[in-house]
């Protein structure tokens, strides 16, 4: 195994990397990203996915989804764009194809619901609500790619409650919200989730952006606009992380261009209790198994002995009121 | 569990024609595990730009001496900073992917057909067959079409020729071999199983030419890539029917009857 090196056992100096959100039992704080790991399975061959803190799948919707006609990416520096329109199998395929192996991991699941209407998005909370191995729900209300629903959901604190709302009604699961960046105050629908009941925010999704074919003299995508991710995102991911955190209590996921274990960091002490690792999965299989080593060694180098990661989120705060 | 991913030696790194450059690299086990038709994603950088890695399909493996041949056209800043990495230097490599052309068929007559850099995969595809042939000991009447822009950007056809293919060649321009394209030159053969890779338009003009005469033929595929294993959904292609595939998972070989140019 080529993960020796970064096993947590080695040191007597005891750092604690486990973590609770909204009642899931996480033994770090590296999550992946939905839309970035597929359900598991397709990266089996290139990391021991057991080491993950939880892993989000991609985006379900009620009725299975073809998707949007390629090109669904394209490369942009320091990032990329993607429209690739939530194609899934849809919920009932799921459970049949895609959970068994999700069932043998030893990690918390957290499954990502889309839909196109409030009724939607709780009915595929309800027929979740008694599959067996699964520790949460993540409400997609933040896809920049689908004609309908999606991130319309996420720019308007009254939508935002109300989807929130009718998830709770259909599960007793954990809700955690999925918030889109393409807003003037997303701390307004951060406060809107968490008044309908959400656990915990997780935030940001991609930001809203295009390319133009200078040669066809026509954009890219055929949908026109796309979701920017990757590391030209991560200042306006960690800003929107801080603003949350000043806005509501429950536990915040960050997510934004991680790239490394310094950049998990940065959203760490900027109010995040856990970071889920998204395009960097493309580039590098192991990146989320080389930013919990860094985040250990981080602890143990900067912080005195029996240091917890929950005593250092949301850090940089105070520093800023001083 | 083995993973796929690995960090292989660069063995040798060489300009073969305009702007097209062979990669040999050392890496005992992508190289035992490779098939035809398969690709590696490569990242070509260390740094983050450009940010996702690119795949380039294996041209040839020997599992003897644990190498992989990769040849590539230089096309933008990823590929230009493969074309300038060292014998003796290391590069971070995923792969073998993809599924591969399927060689079972019991047939006599194969075709193989390649546009530009498209004729990488077939390259390997037609040594693996040549192996074949020679240990059933069948006589069978393979024929290689290799188009090309012009004369200085061709490459592989002495290694088609010494595996003892009869080769037919074109250029765009007519500065080697038949002017036009490789399925001008098809056009008077019938064949049992037809392997292509290459531009779309061509592989367009393929299609029809084998539904035309109910031939089965597979093509292997180039579409932009993210992850490369079927994980973000990126490289999607349109079949006939059952929707969407992905390029890099489900491909990048399918059978050529079902896709939709």
Same mark, same amino acid.
């Given at each position: 195994?080529?993960?020796? $090196?970064?096993?947590?056992?080695?040191?007597?100096?005891?750092?604690?990397?486990?973590?609770?959100i909204a009642g899931i039992?996480?033994?770090?704080?590296?999550?992946?990203?939905?839309?970035?790991?597929?359900?598991?399975?397709?990266?089996?061959?290139?990391?021991?996915?057991?080491?993950?803190?939880?892993?989000?799948?991609?985006?379900?919707?009620?009725?299975?989804?073809?998707?949007?006609?390629?090109? $669904?990416?394209?490369?942009?520096?320091?990032?990329?764009?993607?429209?690739?329109?939530?194609?899934?199998?849809?919920?009932?395929?799921?459970?049949?194809?895609?959970?068994?192996? =999700?069932?043998?991991?030893?990690?918390?699941?957290i499954?990502?619901i889309?839909?196109?209407?409030v009724?939607?998005y709780y009915?595929i909370a309800k $027929?979740l609500d008694?599959?067996?191995?699964?520790?949460a729900l993540e409400i997609n209300i933040?896809?920049?790619?689908?004609?309908?629903?999606?991130?319309?959901f996420g720019?308007?604190p009254q939508n935002a409650y109300e989807v929130v709302k009718a998830v709770k009604e259909g599960t007793n699961l954990p809700i955690i919200v999925k918030l889109?960046?393409?807003?003037?105050?997303?701390?307004k629908i951060a406060e809107a989730a968490v008044s309908a009941g959400a656990d915990a925010i997780s935030?940001?999704?991609?930001?809203?952006?295009?390319?133009?074919?200078?040669?066809?003299?026509?954009?890219?995508?055929?949908?026109?606009?796309?979701? =920017?991710?990757?590391?030209?995102?991560?200042?306006?991911?960690?800003?929107?992380?801080?603003?949350v955190?000043?806005a509501v209590d429950v536990p915040i996921?960050?997510?934004?261009?991680?790239?490394?274990?310094?950049?998990?960091?940065?959203?760490?002490?900027?109010?995040?209790?856990?970071?889920?690792?998204?395009?960097?999965?493309?580039?590098?299989?192991?990146?989320?198994?080389?930013?919990?080593?860094?985040?250990?060694?981080?602890?143990?180098?900067?912080?005195?002995?029996?240091? $917890?990661?929950?005593?250092?989120?949301?850090?940089?705060?105070?520093?800023?009121?001083? | 569990?083995?993973?796929?991913?690995?960090?292989?030696?660069?063995?040798?790194?060489?300009?073969?024609?305009?702007?097209?450059?062979?990669?040999?690299?050392?890496?005992?086990?992508?190289?035992?595990?490779?098939?035809?038709?398969?690709?590696?994603?490569?990242?070509?950088?260390?740094?983050?730009?450009?940010?996702?890695?690119?795949?380039?399909?294996?041209?040839?493996?020997?599992?003897?001496?644990?190498?992989?041949?990769?040849?590539?056209?230089?096309?933008?800043?990823?590929?230009?900073?493969?074309?300038?990495?060292?014998?003796?230097?290391?590069?971070?490599?995923?792969?073998?992917?993809?599924?591969?052309?399927?060689?079972?068929?019991?047939?006599?007559?194969?075709?193989?057909?390649?546009?530009?850099?498209?004729?990488?995969?077939?390259?390997?595809?037609?040594?693996?067959?040549?192996?074949?042939?020679?240990?059933?000991?069948?006589?069978?009447?393979?024929?290689?079409?290799?188009?090309?822009?012009?004369?200085?950007?061709?490459?592989?056809?002495?290694?088609?020729?010494?595996?003892?293919?009869?080769?037919?060649?074109?250029?765009?321009?007519?500065?080697?071999?038949?002017?036009?394209?490789?399925?001008?030159?098809?056009?008077?053969?019938?064949?049992?199983?037809?392997?292509?890779?290459?531009?779309?338009?061509?592989?367009?003009?393929?299609?029809?030419?084998?539904?035309?005469?109910?031939?089965?033929?597979?093509?292997?595929?180039?579409?932009?890539?993210?992850?490369?294993?079927?994980?973000?959904?990126?490289?999607?292609?349109?079949?006939?029917?059952?929707?969407?595939?992905?390029?890099?998972?489900?491909?990048?070989?399918?059978?050529?009857?079902?896709?939709?140019?």
């Amino acid at each position: 195994m080529n993960n020796d $090196r970064i096993s947590c056992k080695q040191n007597t100096h005891k750092t604690d990397l486990s973590l609770e959100i909204a009642g899931i039992a996480m033994k770090n704080p590296v999550m992946v990203a939905s839309g970035t790991f597929g359900f598991g399975r397709e990266y089996s061959e290139f990391i021991d996915i057991n080491n993950l803190g939880a892993i989000v799948t991609k985006g379900l919707t009620f009725l299975p989804k073809e998707g949007n006609p390629p090109p $669904r990416t394209y490369e942009t520096p320091g990032g990329m764009l993607n429209s690739v329109g939530l194609e899934n199998p849809g919920v009932e395929n799921f459970i049949k194809k895609e959970m068994p192996y =999700l069932n043998s991991l030893s990690i918390p699941v957290i499954v990502n619901i889309d839909g196109d209407t409030v009724n939607e998005y709780y009915k595929i909370a309800k $027929r979740l609500d008694n599959v067996k191995n699964i520790s949460a729900l993540e409400i997609n209300i933040s896809c920049p790619n689908v004609k309908q629903g999606g991130m319309a959901f996420g720019q308007d604190p009254q939508n935002a409650y109300e989807v929130v709302k009718a998830v709770k009604e259909g599960t007793n699961l954990p809700i955690i919200v999925k918030l889109s960046p393409n807003v003037t105050k997303v701390e307004k629908i951060a406060e809107a989730a968490v008044s309908a009941g959400a656990d915990a925010i997780s935030l940001i999704n991609t930001l809203l952006g295009m390319a133009i074919d200078i040669y066809e003299k026509k954009p890219v995508f055929y949908r026109t606009f796309a979701g =920017l991710s990757g590391p030209a995102v991560k200042p306006v991911a960690l800003r929107m992380v801080w603003q949350v955190y000043d806005a509501v209590d429950v536990p915040i996921i960050g997510m934004g261009g991680i790239f490394t274990w310094q950049d998990a960091i940065e959203f760490i002490l900027a109010g995040a209790s856990a970071v889920a690792v998204g395009t960097a999965n493309f580039v590098e299989p192991q990146a989320p198994e080389k930013i919990v080593a860094g985040i250990e060694h981080y602890l143990k180098e900067q912080f005195e002995e029996n240091i $917890r990661l929950n005593d250092i989120i949301g850090l940089a705060h105070k520093a800023n009121i001083d | 569990m083995a993973k796929l991913r690995f960090f292989a030696d660069i063995v040798m790194n060489r300009e073969i024609a305009m702007d097209i450059f062979h990669m040999k690299l050392y890496c005992p086990m992508a190289a035992k595990l490779a098939i035809p038709g398969q690709f590696l994603h490569m990242r070509c950088s260390d740094t983050l730009s450009p940010l996702l890695r690119r795949p380039i399909s294996i041209a040839n493996a020997d599992e003897r001496d644990g190498t992989l041949d990769i040849i590539y056209r230089v096309v933008g800043e990823g590929t230009r900073l493969l074309s300038a990495k060292k014998t003796g230097e290391s590069i971070d490599i995923m792969g073998p992917l993809g599924n591969g052309y399927p060689i079972d068929q019991k047939v006599n007559r194969i075709a193989i057909i390649g546009g530009g850099i498209g004729t990488c995969p077939l390259m390997f595809l037609a040594k693996k067959l040549a192996t074949k042939n020679s240990k059933s000991g069948n006589l069978v009447k393979h024929s290689v079409f290799l188009g090309f822009k012009t004369a200085k950007q061709s490459f592989g056809i002495e290694f088609f020729q010494s595996l003892g293919y009869d080769v037919h060649i074109s250029t765009d321009d007519g500065s080697l071999g038949f002017k036009g394209f490789p399925t001008d030159l098809i056009q008077d053969y019938i064949f049992d199983v037809i392997y292509a890779c290459g531009p779309k338009p061509l592989l367009a003009i393929m299609q029809a030419y084998a539904v035309r005469h109910n031939i089965m033929s597979f093509v292997s595929l180039e579409e932009r890539m993210a992850c490369g294993i079927g994980a973000c959904l990126g490289c999607a292609v349109k079949m006939k029917s059952d929707g969407y595939k992905k390029v890099c998972k489900d491909g990048p070989v399918f059978e050529l009857s079902k896709v939709i140019f």
